[in-house]
């Protein structure tokens, strides 16, 4: 093929054009991988470590306590998809990546400035690059740290294990907390309500009845027998009785009733106290780990040789384009003179 003319699109043309210009073709695809290889050497090495677990079944300590089964859910279940997103929720929750982020000095450590702009949209998007959370296909959950150094990336992975176990048993307890309180205040109004009854009760009881019911069958019975004996001062006294029953009669079964419903109703509220006092002050451990990250021996980024092969293969390209447009703008320069020469003849 001939400098001068026109390159040929065929595949053909193609690779007769690179074997006749291999010699510029080699050397800048040689330079580009060799340059590439020698700034790869400038990007400081990082290093992955991994932290693999599986997130334990939400469940209360109360309902693990229940002899009538409770929801239903085994506590050794694992593995659950819900619960995978839902843990990887939380170790995205801002109060895990501050601790980490005070813990390592991640400020210095990425050099981003706290007083410079947007320091915070900074960090975080660093963060975001160097730290990852995944659902893996077995539905645990896999907490991945690139760094610059093995130990740290290693230990900002147990330690969002770590974190993220507190944190979950954190949210569980407040809750309970918050239940219990709720529980007792019931409780306690439900006491001073029975206190109050109980009072009502006394003062009915002071007056003589006891036992609505029995003591009327009784009473009458009496009256009957004094009435046969034509015993006045017997029926006096026993009518004397007989109207006071009638008096506080249905007060004292009404409130009876009441007492005995609403005792019912605290031996039930005092069960769900003690439940949520259990919920409330007991921890359990949240997570599964089934690997738990070390420092990697060996680099994970910059991968050299595919740098290398990247950089070579770009610089072919771009150096086989180049000359393809040189001989090609040399083509249109040689028509133009000869088409002005045949002008001037």
């Known amino acids: 093929m001939n400098e001068q003319q026109g390159f040929s699109t065929s595949s053909h043309g193609l690779m007769a054009f690179i074997m006749q210009w291999w010699k510029p073709i080699g050397i800048t695809t040689l330079m580009g991988g060799l340059i590439a290889l020698a700034v790869s050497y400038t990007i400081k090495p990082r290093y992955k470590s991994t932290a693999i677990f599986y997130p334990a079944v939400t469940q209360s300590v109360s309902n693990l306590m229940d002899v009538k089964g409770g929801s239903g859910k085994d506590f050794l279940v694992y593995g659950e998809e819900e619960e995978a997103e839902r843990v990887i929720q939380i170790l995205n929750a801002n109060e895990i990546r501050e601790y980490i982020i005070e813990q390592y000095n991640l400020w210095d450590h990425y050099r981003i400035s706290q007083s410079s702009p947007k320091a915070k ?114 029926v006096r006294a026993l009518q004397a009785q007989l109207d006071t029953l009638a008096k506080y009669g249905s007060a004292y079964l009404a409130l009876s009733g009441q007492l005995e419903l609403l005792t019912e109703q605290q031996i039930l509220l005092e069960r769900k106290l003690e439940e949520v006092k259990a919920d409330a002050e007991s921890s359990i451990k949240q997570i599964m780990p089934i690997d738990f990250a070390y420092p990697a021996d060996s680099k994970t980024y910059p991968k050299r040789s595919l740098i290398a092969i990247g950089a070579s293969f770009f610089s072919f390209v771009l150096s086989v384009f180049f000359l393809i447009f040189l001989q090609n703008f040399r083509g249109y320069k040689d028509q133009l003179k000869r088409t002005a020469g045949a002008q001037e003849q």
């Open 121 to 234: 949209t900074k960090m975080y998007k660093k963060f975001n690059e160097n730290i990852s959370f995944r659902r893996t296909e077995y539905n645990s959950v896999e907490i991945s740290v690139l760094d610059t150094e093995p130990e740290r990336a290693a230990g900002m992975a147990n330690d969002m294990l770590l974190m993220l176990d507190s944190l979950k048993n954190r949210i569980q307890k407040e809750r309970a907390a918050e239940g219990f309180r709720v529980v007792l205040s019931k409780y306690e109004e439900m006491e001073q309500r029975i206190q109050a009854i109980a009072d009502s009760l006394s003062g009915i009881r002071a007056k003589g009845v006891n036992d609505y019911e029995s003591q009327s069958e009784v009473l009458n019975k009496e009256l009957a027998a004094a009435l046969a004996k034509n015993n006045q001062a017997g």
